[in-house]
């Protein structure tokens, strides 16, 4: 069964606005499932971990329930592999802080000029901490793919950690993450994959990819502004966690530090709940139980993830299409329509003679949310040239946006340049 998109609509209640949210890269809209986890907490089970009354108990189950789903989302081995954080960005500076105790004066790591600043920067100030070499790895200006042979010869030298995302939120490219992990494991590294980006566009495997260390932000798969890291078990207990005395000597309680945003956490279970809901409505017909090693709520999961990627082409492909057909465009990133599969629908693009931000500032005029600049991809808009020309306009349609939508975005922004 295809995805029909008024039945999804219908459980995201901000998309009654009369607007077009092409803005998903820099966070989706919430859905019902995760708005209600919210409230239903904050009325009923709202308390502190680890009392010896009701609310206490309740909550600390519902942080259990949301712990488990993640797990599935990820297909993790275990909740255990699981921490929650306020956002990528602290999480990857916390563990960054723990991995470099490790590290010696001469080591290197590897990190890429494709990547979100957030999983650059971390690892650089760590680095610079401790006297180690960082290598950088390019990606090619005319599709935006990752360069390979650079890769390879970075890895040469057995770096600690390689540092690498699963899709670029600047220019869509997809990186061939599984066998970027098998070389980085070959090399000795460890690998820590960015997924933010691509987390609300297709399944992950964390089991499957043989990542080390894989982060993603909920608000960008549907759900509150919540971070959540997956870590390997024996890495997680086996690394110093900067926390204070009485936390947990244990996963993922040492990692949590402080207390938590314990209604976002019960959001995120909420999206999950959302993509379970989506993949026993309309994914069957991708993914059946006797296919693989899936079963329960992880089998609808990938079927939910599977059914969107799919549907998902057909909005790459319309908007590919306006894009290239609109005079005076040049679109960033993987542009050929055969190979869909090496991109998310999030599309970067400049105008000959417009300063994204005027660009972005007319078509809201015309109720279309998009996104200017560098959106901290910064290595990104200085390896193109265009950080001090005002970046790159990005807009991103996502499962419950319509091709209508692209086909309404497509004539706006021609009248636009028309004057």
Not at 3 to 10: A, G, P, V, Y
Not at 31 to 51: K, W
Not at 169 to 193: C, D, F, Q, S, W
Not at 293 to 302: A, F, Q
Request: a negative charge.
């Amino acid at each position: 069964m295809s995805l029909d998109l008024s039945t999804i609509r219908e459980q995201f209640p901000s998309l009654i606005r009369p607007v077009i949210f092409f803005d998903n890269p820099g966070g989706t809209q919430i859905a019902r499932r995760s708005l209600e986890r919210i409230v239903s907490y904050l009325t009923f089970h709202n308390a502190n971990h680890g009392g010896a009354f009701t609310t206490s108990a309740e909550s600390d189950a519902v942080l259990e329930q949301a712990h488990q789903a993640m797990a599935d989302f990820l297909n993790a081995p275990r909740p255990e592999e699981i921490v929650f954080g306020n956002n990528m960005t602290t999480l990857t500076l916390h563990l960054s802080r723990s991995l470099a105790r490790q590290w010696n004066a001469g080591d290197e790591i590897v990190v890429t000029r494709l990547d979100h600043d957030a999983n650059i920067t971390p690892w650089v100030l760590a680095a610079q901490d401790h006297g180690v070499t960082v290598r950088w790895v390019d990606f090619h200006p005319e599709d935006g793919t990752l360069d390979m042979e650079a890769l390879k010869t970075a890895l040469e030298d057995r770096p600690r950690l390689l540092a690498v995302g699963y899709a670029s939120n600047a220019l869509g490219t997809i990186n061939p993450v599984k066998e970027i992990v098998r070389m980085a494991h070959a090399a000795g590294a460890l690998v820590y994959v960015d997924a933010v980006q691509f987390a609300a566009h297709g399944p992950i495997d964390v089991q499957d990819l043989g990542c080390d260390f894989l982060v993603c932000s909920s608000y960008k798969f549907f759900g509150p502004h919540a971070g959540i890291l997956y870590g390997r078990y024996d890495l997680l207990e086996e690394l110093k966690a900067y926390k204070v005395r009485p936390a947990a000597d244990t996963s993922p309680g040492k990692w949590e530090t402080g207390t938590q945003n314990h209604e976002g956490i019960a959001g995120v279970l909420g999206a999950i709940e959302y993509f379970e809901w989506l993949g026993k409505t309309f994914g069957g017909e991708h993914i059946s139980p006797d296919e693989g090693r899936y079963e329960g709520r992880r089998l609808r999961l990938k079927q939910a993830l599977t059914a969107v990627r799919a549907y998902e082409f057909e909005l790459s492909r319309a908007m590919l299409e306006t894009l290239s057909e609109t005079p005076g465009v040049t679109l960033y990133g993987p542009s050929d329509e055969r190979r869909l599969e090496q991109r998310v629908p999030t599309f970067s693009f400049t105008v000959k003679g417009w300063r994204p931000r005027r660009l972005a500032e007319e078509l809201a005029k015309a109720n279309i949310f998009t996104w200017d600049g560098n959106y901290y991809a910064l290595a990104v808009t200085e390896h193109l040239g265009l950080e001090d020309k005002g970046g790159m306009l990005r807009a991103g349609p996502v499962h419950y946006n319509t091709v209508e939508e692209v086909h309404q975005f497509a004539e706006a922004l021609r009248r636009i340049l028309l004057g």
